[in-house]
């Protein structure tokens, strides 16, 4: 019905509708038994059984819910329905939704980016593999629910973890909110969890064969070299970035004896760990390129992304740590030398190799954005990722310096 045919009905009819027919008022019964009328109401009802159901237009991308619902009720106890998706974070690496019940229960599900993708790339089963496995030890992850690897479910294998509550730091803004003393416990606590992530037994938690345990330096030089050179050929002319080249040749020929293997998270910074309310991590995020290897990259690498009060923050997700309360990154060495009891002599390697590492990653994207192939991009944008590259390849030379 229709409605201004039920605003009518409800002004001549206000209750009477739920009682039998011989309590109706004669109006009532009047305009209920007028041929016109039934027509009218015999139209309206065909319209609702043959009009098709409305789209959902709140289920992002990524989700088709009538699946994934059905994927819950087989794995969370007691769910309570409807469940509502929201896009955590997208773009070209792996998707991740908060999803809530109707008792405001939380998860976090993650996927491949939409669209064709490399399977090595966005490995689902790896990824909560590593997290499944890590969840007995000291090293702060969410609890895993399950993995579905049946690409019919929801077009592309996805894992489920619980939903951690908690702060990530990306920005100054952000780390402006924390007062001088949840900043210094932040930066103590994200040392003290690499340093935990990097004694873990990784035998004892099924994780031995993750990857290979020696030649990580040497691997990880040949790998990014080549995406390098791939990046360069995709630009006319090439990117100009003969420092890499060089930069190459000079790490290679200095690698350091390996310290042993361990987990290496191979993307450890401020924003990928989760703080609480006193700026303690509660949360390790983004696992997609763990593997066994070399642990001191990963002190190298957040060295790269820690920024000290006047340093030139070539990286935006460097500048929040510039601000007072957050340690210094010699205080971060000097606290992962003592908690690791590790031989930090040969930093400056790792740190010239985390800046070169990160200059062949970035060549990658504007090669892509140069090229064309992430769409019709702003030429603004396009400009800012070659300043940043090209700042970047600075960086890395002057690291270089100390190397061999």
């Given at each position: 019905?229709?409605?201004?045919?039920?605003?009518?009905?409800?002004?001549?009819?206000?209750?009477?509708g739920?009682?039998?027919?011989?309590?109706?008022?004669?109006?009532?019964?009047?305009?209920?038994?007028?041929?016109?009328?039934?027509?009218?109401?015999?139209?309206?009802?065909?319209q609702?059984?043959?009009?098709?159901?409305?789209?959902?237009?709140s289920?992002?991308?990524?989700?088709?819910?009538?699946?994934v619902?059905?994927?819950f009720?087989s794995?969370?106890?007691?769910?309570?329905?409807?469940?509502?998706?929201?896009?955590?974070?997208?773009?070209?690496?792996?998707?991740?939704?908060?999803?809530?019940?109707?008792?405001?229960?939380?998860?976090?599900?993650?996927?491949?980016?939409?669209?064709?993708?490399?399977?090595?790339?966005?490995?689902m089963?790896?990824?909560?593999?590593?997290?499944?496995?890590?969840?007995?030890t000291?090293?702060?992850?969410?609890?895993?629910?399950?993995?579905?690897?049946?690409?019919?479910?929801n077009?592309?294998?996805?894992?489920?973890?619980?939903?951690?509550?908690?702060?990530?730091?990306?920005?100054?803004?952000?780390?402006?909110?924390?007062?001088?003393?949840?900043?210094?416990?932040?930066?103590?606590?994200?040392?003290?969890?690499?340093?935990?992530?990097?004694?873990?037994?990784?035998?004892?938690?099924?994780?031995?064969d993750?990857?290979?345990?020696?030649?990580?330096i040497?691997?990880?030089?040949?790998?990014?070299?080549?995406?390098?050179?791939?990046?360069d050929?995709?630009?006319?002319?090439?990117l100009?970035?003969?420092?890499?080249?060089?930069?190459?040749?000079?790490?290679?020929?200095?690698?350091?004896p390996?310290?042993?293997?361990?987990?290496?998270?191979?993307d450890?910074?401020?924003?990928?760990?989760?703080l609480?309310?006193?700026?303690?991590?509660?949360?390790?995020?983004?696992w997609?390129?763990?593997?066994?290897?070399?642990?001191?990259?990963?002190v190298?690498?957040?060295?790269?992304?820690?920024?000290?009060?006047?340093?030139?923050?070539?990286?935006?997700?460097?500048s929040?740590?510039?601000?007072?309360?957050?340690?210094?990154?010699?205080?971060?060495?000097?606290?992962?030398?003592?908690?690791?009891?590790r031989?930090?002599?040969?930093?400056?390697?790792?740190v010239?190799?985390?800046?070169?590492?990160?200059?062949?990653?970035?060549?990658?994207?504007?090669?892509?954005?140069?090229?064309g192939?992430?769409?019709?991009?702003?030429?603004?944008?396009?400009d800012?990722?070659?300043?940043?590259?090209?700042?970047?390849?600075?960086?890395?030379?002057?690291?270089?310096?100390?190397?061999?």
């Amino acid at each position: 019905m229709r409605s201004d045919s039920w605003g009518a009905t409800r002004e001549t009819v206000p209750v009477w509708g739920l009682c039998g027919p011989a309590s109706l008022p004669t109006t009532a019964v009047a305009w209920l038994t007028d041929p016109s009328r039934r027509s009218t109401l015999r139209t309206e009802a065909a319209q609702r059984v043959t009009e098709p159901t409305p789209v959902d237009n709140s289920v992002p991308s990524g989700i088709d819910a009538a699946a994934v619902t059905d994927w819950f009720r087989s794995h969370v106890p007691a769910l309570s329905e409807p469940l509502r998706f929201e896009l955590i974070a997208g773009g070209h690496s792996n998707l991740t939704f908060r999803v809530a019940d109707a008792d405001d229960r939380r998860w976090v599900l993650r996927r491949p980016p939409l669209g064709q993708v490399l399977a090595t790339a966005h490995d689902m089963g790896r990824e909560h593999r590593i997290i499944s496995a890590l969840g007995p030890t000291a090293v702060p992850v969410p609890p895993t629910v399950g993995l579905c690897s049946d690409d019919s479910v929801n077009g592309a294998p996805f894992y489920v973890m619980d939903f951690v509550d908690g702060r990530v730091v990306r920005s100054p803004s952000d780390a402006a909110a924390l007062s001088d003393e949840e900043r210094r416990c932040a930066g103590e606590s994200i040392v003290d969890v690499l340093a935990c992530i990097h004694t873990v037994d990784v035998d004892e938690v099924g994780l031995g064969d993750l990857g290979r345990r020696d030649g990580y330096i040497a691997r990880q030089l040949k790998r990014w070299y080549s995406q390098f050179q791939a990046s360069d050929a995709q630009v006319d002319g090439g990117l100009g970035l003969g420092v890499v080249h060089e930069v190459h040749d000079r790490l290679a020929a200095a690698i350091p004896p390996q310290q042993g293997a361990a987990i290496v998270h191979g993307d450890y910074r401020l924003d990928n760990c989760m703080l609480g309310d006193d700026g303690r991590v509660v949360s390790v995020l983004d696992w997609e390129i763990c593997t066994l290897g070399d642990p001191l990259a990963d002190v190298g690498l957040l060295w790269v992304y820690w920024s000290d009060p006047g340093d030139d923050a070539v990286l935006p997700q460097a500048s929040p740590t510039a601000l007072d309360g957050f340690p210094r990154k010699a205080e971060l060495v000097q606290r992962y030398g003592a908690a690791s009891e590790r031989d930090l002599s040969d930093l400056d390697f790792y740190v010239a190799f985390g800046c070169w590492k990160l200059t062949c990653i970035i060549a990658g994207v504007y090669a892509r954005y140069a090229g064309g192939a992430m769409g019709d991009v702003p030429a603004d944008q396009v400009d800012g990722f070659k300043v940043m590259l090209e700042r970047l390849a600075q960086m890395t030379f002057a690291a270089t310096q100390d190397v061999g």
